[in-house]
């Protein structure tokens, strides 16, 4: 698995052209972002984007540290059958959630630690662990602090300020978790052939799902970046949002029914793709504004881009 560079995608938050996802990628977003006088904010489109706002600093996410440290941990943790729901929560990097094939939750980590020296990054990496912690129905992966237990990051935040740690996470599931929620301020999200109830929200970066089985209500959210969706199945109502950012809408594949899908772009592009057919049944442009509502696979989506266009592959 690949580590991005943060600096290198909070640099594209306000200089690259917006384009489709692609998983392993930085983010890609408008191309009219510029810092105002302070250099605290930007303007993308008809939005502007505080990046305080977004839970970035941008002093630390963009300085150029002298060394840096890679390291790769696997962990499996015993997942008892009870468990139905699982939750990733990380500030920086890359999620990817996929089936286990056994009845075991599996984490590979794959972090990089910069800083400027090599004692430094030799010490967060001593600290550095992970766990399963369980609450009813829902484990939940967390990065933690070796001996306190303490979110890593808050704990290096206090303790070992000057530095900074991208992680790759690819987290495998049983096939009776049915529930899954990842969250990030700054990375991207991928869901493979999976099935069940997904919720997903990065401040900064992409989610992608390619083959997944949206079968209870779920939820897609970006503030600032692209959502890609391929050989999707719905069954269930999704919400698929993006503030700042482009949307490629793969058409319902075979073996979807009766889902209510919501697809909006505040200031972006959202593209149709597939070879499946599918009915027009409402379409409004009015200003840079442009609304659509199609009918295929048993399911209806509304599409919508305040600022930009809806387009077929």
């Not at 840096?68 to 999620?95: A, H, P, R, Y």
């Not at 959202?270 to 009915?279: E, F, H, R, V």
Request: a negative charge; hydrophobic letters at 35%.
């Amino acid at each position: 698995m690949k580590i991005f560079k943060t600096a290198v995608l909070i640099s594209l938050l306000f200089s690259a052209a917006l384009t489709g996802c692609k998983s392993g990628s930085g983010v890609n977003v408008n191309a009219n972002a510029k810092y105002n006088s302070e250099g605290k904010k930007t303007e993308t489109g008809d939005h502007e984007v505080d990046p305080a706002s977004l839970g970035i600093d941008l002093d630390t996410e963009k300085k150029d540290y002298k060394t840096e440290l890679f390291t790769q941990m696997d962990f499996v943790f015993d997942t008892d059958k009870s468990v139905s729901e699982v939750g990733v929560d990380i500030n920086t990097g890359n999620i990817t959630i996929a089936c286990s094939g056994d009845n075991k939750t599996g984490l590979s980590l794959d972090y990089t630690v910069y800083a400027d020296t090599d004692e430094v990054c030799q010490e967060v990496k001593s600290h550095l662990n992970a766990t399963a912690e369980v609450n009813g129905s829902r484990l939940d992966l967390k990065l933690i602090e070796d001996k306190t237990g303490e979110n890593i990051d808050s704990w290096l935040k206090k303790n070992i300020p000057d530095c900074r740690v991208e992680y790759d996470l690819y987290v495998t599931v049983p096939k009776f978790v049915k529930s899954f929620d990842a969250k990030e301020i700054v990375g991207n999200i991928s869901f493979g052939e999976l099935s069940g109830k997904f919720s997903a929200s990065v401040n900064v970066g992409n989610i992608c799902c390619n083959g997944t089985g949206f079968t209870e209500a779920s939820v897609l959210k970006c503030i600032v970046g692209n959502i890609d969706l391929m050989d999707c199945t719905y069954k269930a109502d999704t919400d698929i949002s993006a503030d700042t950012g482009n949307i490629s809408f793969g058409l319902p594949a075979s073996g979807s029914g009766g889902a209510k899908l919501k697809v909006a772009a505040d200031t972006g592009n959202i593209m149709i793709k597939g070879n499946g057919s599918y009915d027009v049944s409402d379409e409004k442009k009015k200003g840079t504004s442009h609304s659509m509502t199609i009918s295929a696979e048993g399911c209806t989506a509304a599409l919508s881009a305040k600022s930009g266009e809806i387009t077929k592959e």
